[in-house]
């Protein structure tokens, strides 16, 4: 089985199938029937992430659930952790499945690869529901640069050697799913099933080439407003728990007005894996406004 890291888990109404991308072989899990909507994860995750909010989006769409590059069951190629190839292998994704347009409803850095996605090429996005990250249209704040401390584990992360290391350790691990969350945000048992994939040396090291190549480039391009004035036509939902350091980044770049098509939801004394905690919420919300959005 191709880009096997553990027994995969089982969720009712799933299939599984692998979809080669230019010799990357990408897994994906799809359930349901009707117009598609593609869930990106974040990390340190893979698909289970939606396990949650699968079945209810099921209900009205054909989901299919993305192991993007390194993680999951797919490939983790020594190469390729920037955003142009990861965007490239979402759009190649969806020309081998003959799907011309798509929802999406993403997190975290998944997040990050549907909003450059949707400022590309608006023809492949209908509508984005983003959790765990910003609005990338923020303009820049002096006081934004306060937040770097909080943000030490993204620096250590893109370390060559550092970072690998880092995601074999349980300590660390930890601290990346509890850090910002509530009681009992990320279950003990789902903790252990995304650390297997961090403890891998090849998925260890595709993490931290992820956070070298794309995540901190991001971060620090929304910090200093690169993408303050460029186009963003898609109608767009960002769901940021308020807990976690987006809301701050949120809320302090934040120009009413500006960043096109955007509404932003902060949701009280929730963290940063929405999914994980609150399934039922994200779901709801996500086809609240997907309903919003009909095919034009």
């Known amino acids: 089985m191709p880009g096997t890291v553990a027994a995969m888990p089982q969720l009712d109404g799933v299939t599984h199938r692998w979809i080669d991308v230019r010799g990357l072989n990408m897994h994906i899990a799809e359930a349901g029937n009707g117009e598609p909507v593609f869930l990106l994860h974040g990390f340190p995750q893979h698909w289970w992430e939606?396990?949650?909010?699968?079945?209810?989006?099921?209900?009205?769409?054909?989901?299919?659930?993305?192991?993007?590059?390194?993680?999951?069951?797919?490939?983790?190629?020594?190469?390729?952790?920037?955003?142009?190839t990861l965007i490239e292998d979402i759009v190649l994704l969806m020309g081998e499945l003959d799907i011309p347009r798509a929802r999406f409803l993403t997190h975290d850095w998944g997040s990050v690869v549907a909003q450059l996605l949707a400022m590309e090429r608006p023809d492949l996005v209908e509508a984005l529901v983003v959790t765990g990250t910003p609005d990338m249209h923020i303009r820049p704040n002096a006081r934004l640069l306060g937040l770097f401390p909080k943000l030490w584990h993204a620096f250590a992360l893109a370390a060559?050697?550092?970072?690998?290391?880092?995601?074999?350790?349980?300590?660390?691990?930890?601290?990346?799913?509890?850090?910002?969350?509530?009681?009992?945000?990320?279950?003990?048992?789902?903790?252990?099933?995304?650390?297997?994939?961090?403890?891998?040396?090849?998925?260890?090291?595709?993490?931290?080439?992820?956070?070298?190549?794309?995540?901190?480039?991001?971060?620090?391009?929304?910090?200093?407003g690169a993408y303050a004035k460029r186009d963003f036509t898609v109608p767009t939902l960002a769901l940021i728990g308020a807990r976690e350091p987006s809301a701050t980044l949120q809320e302090m770049g934040h120009r009413p007005g500006h960043g096109g098509n955007v509404t932003t939801e902060i949701l009280p004394g929730e963290g940063h894996f929405l999914a994980d905690h609150r399934p039922e919420l994200i779901a709801d919300k996500a086809l609240r406004f997907f309903a919003l959005r009909p095919d034009r």
């Open 160 to 224: 060559p050697i550092i970072g690998p290391r880092l995601q074999r350790n349980d300590k660390f691990t930890r601290h990346l799913f509890t850090a910002f969350e509530p009681a009992g945000g990320v279950a003990e048992e789902d903790m252990e099933l995304y650390g297997v994939g961090m403890a891998q040396p090849e998925r260890a090291r595709a993490g931290s080439a992820l956070y070298r190549g794309t995540i901190l480039p991001a971060f620090m391009a929304i910090i200093f």
């Open 50 to 84: 939606w396990r949650g909010v699968i079945p209810r989006l099921a209900e009205h769409y054909r989901v299919i659930a993305v192991d993007q590059r390194g993680f999951g069951w797919t490939d983790a190629p020594a190469d390729g952790y920037n955003a142009r």
